[in-house]
């Protein structure tokens, strides 16, 4: 069974550039998110790929990858719910891993994600200094949901919540 066992973190600093690549655009849309499962479309550099992903189950969760042709992404993206998510993705080979270094565009600006992808859940590595905190288990940093709620968004109240009067 094809699973991805990934760790995240906010990045700090820009300590990281100096030995990561220029990276590439990434534009990636979600077409369905049940909770039980993700249906992401995605594009990067000439390439398109249509992804699976169940719910995570700690870091590991499901995760099923196809290339498609990008016209028809293109098409697809059309279909989606939310907004597109636009990034660069900087690689930054680490102790036998590679870091996914996400610098986010668009409505996601200023938020700068660390990914590294493990062999297995309980597989050790030293932090770079410029790692801030784990955002593994934390609903708000996932694509799925930044694509709903946008990071530039965060210190609005949600559609239908009030917001509590200061003055009060």
């Known amino acids: 069974m094809p699973f991805e066992i990934e760790r995240k973190f906010l990045v700090a600093g820009d300590g990281w550039r100096v030995d990561a690549d220029s990276g590439s655009i990434i534009r990636q849309a979600y077409l369905a998110n049940t909770g039980k499962m993700s249906l992401r479309i995605r594009t990067r550099d000439s390439r398109a790929t249509l992804t699976m992903k169940s719910a995570g189950m700690g870091i590991s969760r499901l995760e099923f990858e196809y ?89 609005e109240a949600p559609a239908g919540e009030r917001v509590a009067d200061p003055e009060m």
């Open 67 to 155: 290339d498609i042709p990008l016209d028809h992404a293109t098409a697809l993206m059309e279909l989606r719910e939310g907004s597109i998510i636009e990034k660069r993705r900087h690689l930054l080979p680490w102790y036998g891993l590679t870091w996914e270094i996400d610098v986010f565009q668009g409505e996601n600006d200023g938020l700068v994600v660390a990914e590294i992808e493990l062999p297995h859940e309980d597989h050790g590595f030293p932090l770079p200094s410029w790692i801030g905190a784990e955002i593994s288990g934390d609903p708000r940093y996932s694509n799925a949901s930044l694509c709903k709620r946008p990071f530039s968004r965060w210190g």
